[in-house]
């Protein structure tokens, strides 16, 4: 698999981009439920941009929510954006974890994009969040419809370009087996039924 190979021997964050339609968002639904059945992560935090424009302290708080237990939840809670910034950076680069950013086209605004922006210095914010977990154990998967150059200090050039069905070669499977590993997969969750 060229993904997990990238995110194994080139860094742990990677860009993963390709035209609308090309499957972007399946393949990370499907990737994220297969490393956690098969323990290559031992989690997700799943962040799409479509759905809204998720900010910094709205990220910090979905993952301190997965990542924490419920005393040390409400402990993060009454820190300040940095020092809760520090701590999930500490926890999640000790810990075998998945973040995905999806459809990152809408932060900046572009074409036929849905309009889930972010201004400059929250992209920053979130830049900053992402260069703490380079070269940590929590692996980052970026996905958009372009190569999304304010996050190339992240992601460095551990890019993959999604060409339409390709992606089931990318993930070691035939056509037929593809299929049917996303076959009961629903709209909302893209959780297996099965």
């Keep these: 698999m060229r993904i997990e190979k990238g995110l194994i021997r080139e860094g742990n964050i990677l ?16 990737l994220q439920d297969w490393w956690v ?4 992560v031992a989690g997700v ?3 799409g941009y479509d759905q809204r424009a998720w900010t910094l302290p709205q990220i910090l708080f979905g993952v301190a929510r997965d990542v924490l237990g419920e005393v040390e939840l409400r402990s993060f809670q009454s820190l300040s954006i940095p020092a809760q910034m520090g701590q999930l950076v500490q926890v999640l680069r000790s810990q075998d974890w998945l973040l995905v950013l999806d459809n990152l086209e809408s932060v900046t605004g572009q074409a036929l994009a849905i309009m889930n922006t972010l201004d400059a210095e ?35 050039e551990n890019v993959y370009e999604l060409r339409g069905l390709e992606w089931a070669g ?25």
Excluded: H, P
């Design 170 to 194: 990318a993930i070691g499977f035939g056509a037929e087996g593809a299929g049917a590993a996303c076959e009961g997969w629903g709209e909302a969750g893209g959780d297996s039924e099965g």
């Design 15 to 30: 860009m993963l981009y390709g035209m609308g339609g090309t499957g972007k968002t399946t393949l990370l639904r499907y």
């Design 122 to 156: 929250e992209q920053e914010r979130v830049r900053e969040f992402l260069v703490g977990l380079s070269g940590g154990r929590t692996r980052v998967l970026l996905g958009s419809r372009r190569r999304e150059d304010w996050l190339r200090s992240a992601s460095g």
């Design 45 to 47: 935090s799943y962040f």
């Design 37 to 40: 059945n098969t323990g290559f």
